[in-house]
């Protein structure tokens, strides 16, 4: 079941769910290190794209997590990720993973 829809884990919780749909056969692995590495990491045919999720707008953001999501947006795809932006991020990851219609 998923975690509380308020919090930031029962976002990410029904963030990984609406990815595994849009992308099926892809991998997300929640990342647990370095410090600030992003949330999470998906795989998905030969590309990947990392995603810090935040619980809103206005969450501050822990030391190190802008040096790793703009330094994996130079490598692949990165981006901060909440509910306000949810949308437009996920529209971005379909044009990166060439799924968009």
Known sequence: M??????ESGFQDN???????LFPGCIVSKQDHPQGFPDLL???EN???T?????DISA?????????VDKTNTMSFSR????ENRKEVLD?????????T
């Open 80 to 83: 901060f990720i909440y509910p």
């Open 42 to 44: 998906i795989l998905y």
């Open 2 to 7: 998923a975690r509380g829809t308020n919090l």
């Open 60 to 68: 501050s953001h822990r030391p190190n997590q802008d040096y790793w």
């Open 15 to 21: 963030l990984i769910k609406d990815i595994k749909e």
């Open 92 to 100: 971005e990851l379909k044009i990166f993973f060439g799924k968009a």
């Open 47 to 49: 590309k990947w794209a």
């Open 51 to 55: 995603l810090e999720v935040k619980k």
